[in-house]
């Protein structure tokens, strides 16, 4: 059974940074892209970055020169670097793997993890 299992969320001053990491079991997904995406309440399931072996990574534009993807495919596991936090960051983050078309588009990654809060206060 595949598993994605987040890690590494918290309550954080903006500005400041966390580091999330996203386990995958059940197999592997060396060959596979990975990714992060984030949901606020009330909100779309949002892109946040996503990278694969040969291909990327790709960063929201809201993200951009803050965040930064990595993966050791050694551990099977994608973490996500996220700098200078804003308040607007806030939401609960999700790992992704294994996408079937537009690596942007939320409803064609086929495995997901159950998601960490991220919450960044002004």
């Known amino acids: 059974q595949v598993q994605l299992g987040e890690s590494g969320g918290g309550l954080v001053q903006a500005g400041d940074s966390l580091r999330l990491s996203c386990a995958a079991s059940?197999?592997?997904?060396?060959?596979?892209?990975m990714g992060w995406f984030r949901q606020a309440p009330g909100k779309e399931r949002e892109f946040v970055a996503a990278v694969s072996r040969s291909v990327g990574p790709y960063y929201a534009d809201s993200v951009k020169g803050r965040f930064t993807i990595s993966r050791d495919n050694t551990k099977n596991t994608v973490y996500l670097q996220m700098n200078s936090l804003e308040p607007e960051d806030t939401a609960v983050y999700l790992c992704?793997?294994?996408?079937?078309?537009?690596?942007?588009?939320?409803?064609?990654?086929?495995?997901w993890g159950q998601g960490t809060q991220v919450t960044v206060s002004s």
């Open positions: 059940g197999r592997t997904f060396s060959a596979d892209a």
């Open positions: 992704a793997a294994t996408p079937k078309g537009s690596w942007r588009d939320f409803r064609v990654w086929s495995f």
